[in-house]
């Protein structure tokens, strides 16, 4: 079965600092790219960090951007997303998603062919 188990949420003050992680299993982790989506209470989801299948290309949301760091680590079939100078704002429901090595579009989560459980993010003032 393919799995894409997130972790690592919890409550910080504002500007502190949280390590989120999304362990994959089921599918060839190599041949996938990872992105990071959140929805915050009564908004949308919205793309906040992806990286390329191989580890070779990340890019992230303008609202995270020098904040959030993604790696990836193929021996454990994991990616992180260390997040940094946390905001209230960033108060959301993270979730990882994966998408096959191709034409897609990583801020698109109808191209993504696989979700994982999300993992709350609550920053307080």
């Known amino acids: 079965d393919v799995q894409l188990q997130a972790s690592g949420g919890g409550l910080v003050q504002a500007g502190g600092s949280l390590r989120l992680s999304c362990v994959a299993s089921?599918?060839?982790?190599?041949?996938?790219?990872i992105g990071w989506f959140r929805q915050a209470p009564g908004k949308g989801r919205e793309g906040v960090s992806y990286?390329?299948?191989?580890?070779?290309?990340?890019d992230y949301a303008d609202s995270v951007k020098g904040r959030f760091t993604i790696s990836s680590d193929s021996a454990k079939n994991t990616v992180y997303l260390q997040m940094n100078s946390l905001k209230p704002d960033d108060t959301a429901v993270y979730y990882c998603?994966?998408?096959?090595?191709?034409?897609?579009?990583?801020?698109?989560?109808?191209?993504?062919?696989?979700w994982g459980t999300g993992t709350l993010v609550t920053v307080s003032s």
């Open positions: 089921g599918f060839t982790f190599d041949d996938y790219a």
């Open positions: 998603a994966a998408a096959l090595e191709g034409d897609y579009d990583p801020w698109d989560e109808e191209d993504m062919d696989y």
């Open positions: 990286i390329s299948a191989g580890g070779g290309s990340t």
